[in-house]
């Protein structure tokens, strides 16, 4: 069974980092895309990186580019979304998903949310002004 879930959120300052792991489980990584998603009080869901392990694409929403980034171990098993230069406007729960990549038709895309059908419960990341 395909299972992930996101950790590591909290509350930070603005200009802070925090560095959200998630763990999936249930597959093998190198045969998935992996994106991490957030969505705000009152917005709808947004991609905001997306990779995949096999290939090393990745893809990153140009709102968080230049401060967000997002890494896979595959000797772990892990993926990481690494956030550094945190604003107020990232506050929001952070979620990561999974897709065979070969459904995505070997492309990462802008991480569309539906295109991912495996999600994970997600982590709230708060960022005070």
């Known amino acids: 069974e395909v299972q992930l879930q996101a950790f590591g959120g909290g509350l930070v300052q603005a200009g802070g980092f925090l560095r959200l792991p998630c763990p999936p489980s249930?597959?093998?990584?190198?045969?998935?895309?992996i994106s991490w998603f957030r969505q705000a009080p009152g917005k709808e869901r947004e991609g905001v990186s997306c990779?995949?392990?096999?290939?090393?694409?990745?893809y990153v929403a140009d709102s968080v580019k230049g401060r967000f980034t997002i890494s896979a171990d595959n000797a772990k098993n892990m993926v990481y979304l690494q956030m550094n230069n945190l604003k107020p406007e990232d506050t929001a729960v952070y979620y990561c998903?999974?897709?065979?990549?070969?459904?995505?038709?070997?492309?990462?895309?802008?991480?569309?949310?539906?295109?991912?059908?495996?999600w994970g419960q997600g982590t709230l990341v708060t960022v005070s002004s």
């Open positions: 998903a999974a897709q065979p990549y070969y459904r995505l038709g070997y492309t990462l895309g802008r991480c569309s949310v539906e295109k991912y059908a495996h």
């Open positions: 249930g597959f093998t990584l190198e045969d998935y895309a």
């Open positions: 990779i995949s392990s096999s290939d090393g694409m990745t």
